[in-house]
């Protein structure tokens, strides 16, 4: 049958006609003419009515407002994505037209303020991690980690590399998808029970084999415990081995840098800097690592350079990276990159400034702090480990953590999230995340819901 223009369809039926005829065809039907008619649906599309513009947004407004969110209630969750406040400023500057893409651009001619921008980006990084060459961003943290372990692997032609047992489980999976098909063998160190730390001494074991190409630490780590990384850097340097180390930038506001400690390569997730929660992206990955590294470095890289004229510009350099370059030869195969977000990163560390980027990790370091001390004079409550923490913290309860987040949702509160059994050895582990965003109230709110919570159990 004739298949009739649908009411969505911007295009009349004079267009229609118009397009078949440049076609050299007679009809829409003859379109599908390839198509098995055994697949064709041969009837309309049981579809609503259409709607006019203003039904169809207040519709969509009610199906949003079914959503529970951190407008909705007062978020503790962390484990890699953080509510913080963002300066309305962020979104002005970064909503211009000239910034809006994804990709870093490949015609400087054209480009000189967003690859302008973008240096920018890799200079701020570079100081707040504390290493030489930054790029121009990944996808997020998760692979960001997974390409750094195959930095080092490319490096010093080892295929083996030595994780810590408290890494976030999200990036555990997404280092086995990435390296165990290339043939890299992804070993997991267990955690000291007390501390919450990486063991040293399971640690040195390890790498005491001599095949390990790098040993892979997060600070703070899935217990929310700041990992030792002056002591696990001097380690691995004894081993002859490369040390990255996955941090939470806003860390670095608060403790000396990864980079600045020993750290070959240092990998974040940028989510905390100027970035909305999203419901899980779209984020932005960073690498930062020593000069040596830089060969192995995926992603683009942009430079200060100087045209034949001796004119200052900038540019898109070292390109034998890419793929786009020498395929066969490419350290990496992510052929796009977030270049939006990374510029928010760097409108928002430019907005802020050294100070107050350090004000803002101390507030968080401090609302932590109190909050892990009320919920620990509730019954019952406990802290997990002993071991120093920065924003985020565990806790063991004297119940299931899943029933107690899902008491504390009825009341308006996203408790945290439950830390895997496998890692807490039980499933009474909760992992609770606090940022500026959190005022002294909201904290006390949090205990008396939560007191309330343990006594119903």
Not at 50 to 60: C, G, K, P, Q, Y
Request: hydrophobic residues 45%.
């Amino acid at each position: 049958m004739e298949r009739k223009p649908v009411g969505y369809n911007v295009h009349t039926g004079s267009d229609v006609q118009a397009m078949l005829q440049v076609m050299g065809l007679h009809s829409i039907e003859q379109l599908f003419a390839d198509v098995p008619a055994s697949v064709r649906l041969r009837r309309e599309l049981d579809l609503p009515a259409a709607l006019s513009e203003w039904e169809l947004m207040r519709d969509v407004r009610a199906m949003a407002a079914m959503n529970s969110s951190v407008l909705t209630h007062s978020s503790f969750l962390g484990g890699g994505a953080y509510e913080h406040y963002i300066p309305a400023v962020v979104d002005a500057i970064v909503s211009r037209g000239e910034f809006l893409t994804a990709y870093t651009p490949y015609q400087p001619e054209m480009s000189q303020g967003l690859l302008q921008a973008l240096f920018e980006f890799q200079i701020l990084t570079g100081r707040l991690l504390g290493q030489a060459s930054v790029n121009c961003s990944v996808y997020d943290g998760a692979t960001a980690l997974a390409e750094s372990c195959w930095m080092m692997c490319s490096a010093t032609g080892k295929r083996r590399v030595v994780v810590t047992g408290t890494l976030w489980p999200q990036y555990r999976e997404v280092l086995a998808t990435y390296l165990v098909p290339r043939g890299v063998t992804v070993d997991c160190v267990a955690r000291n029970p007390q501390t919450g730390q990486l063991d040293e001494a399971a640690l040195a074991r390890a790498l005491s084999a001599g095949d390990v190409a790098g040993a892979v630490l997060q600070t703070p780590n899935a217990l929310g415990v700041i990992e030792d990384v002056a002591a696990i850097s001097q380690l691995c340097k004894q081993n002859n081995t490369l040390l990255a180390v996955c941090v939470n930038p806003l860390l670095c506001g608060w403790l000396e840098a990864p980079g600045k400690l020993g750290a070959d390569i240092v990998v974040c997730e940028g989510q905390p800097l100027g970035l909305p929660l999203s419901a899980g992206g779209p984020y932005l990955g960073i690498i930062a690592c020593a000069k040596s590294l830089e060969r192995y470095l995926p992603g683009r890289l942009v430079g200060r350079v100087h045209d034949l004229n001796g004119k200052l510009g900038y540019a898109l350099v070292k390109e034998d990276r890419e793929q786009h370059v020498a395929r066969d030869r490419a350290t990496s195969h992510i052929c796009s990159n977030q270049a939006l977000n990374a510029i928010r990163a760097a409108i928002y560390m430019a907005c802020l400034g050294e100070s107050n980027f350090m004000r803002i990790a101390q507030v968080n370091a401090a609302n932590a702090a109190l909050l892990r001390e009320l919920l620990c004079a509730l019954p019952g409550v406990k802290a997990l480990c002993s071991g120093v923490h920065f924003n985020e913290f565990a806790v063991e309860l004297p119940i299931d953590a899943a029933v107690f987040c899902a008491c504390l949702r009825k009341r308006g509160i996203f408790a945290g999230v439950p830390v895997e059994e496998a890692v807490a050895g039980h499933n009474r582990a909760l992992l609770v995340a606090v940022t500026e965003t959190k005022s002294r109230a909201d904290l006390e709110a949090y205990v008396r819901e939560a007191r309330a919570c343990l006594q119903e159990s």
